[in-house]
């Protein structure tokens, strides 16, 4: 028998920020990514153009600098971000969420 306790975390980054969240500079730092991502997406950008736009910001805000640069620039890096943002757009749906 195998029992399991889940904890879910708020990783909004304004969720984040507003809790002062310095545990995890890299938890933070991709919080921003992924914020950024949806603020580019929101603006009418490409899925791609997003994706660069949003690294470019995390670079002038020094965020993410734990994982290496050339790291955020591979494709296994935008596909997490893809799947993190499609869950939080379903999250979103189905609770009603903003």
Known sequence: ???????ALDI???SLKRQNYQHRDDLLGYSYYIDR????LKEAHSLH??????KEDCRKEQLLLEVPLSYIDREEFTDMANIFLKI?????????LP
């Open 1 to 7: 028998f195998l029992q399991a306790k889940a904890m």
């Open 12 to 14: 909004r980054y304004e």
């Open 37 to 40: 991502t949806e603020h580019h």
């Open 49 to 54: 153009d997003a994706h660069v736009l949003a």
């Open 88 to 96: 939080a757009r379903d999250g979103q749906i189905y609770y009603g």
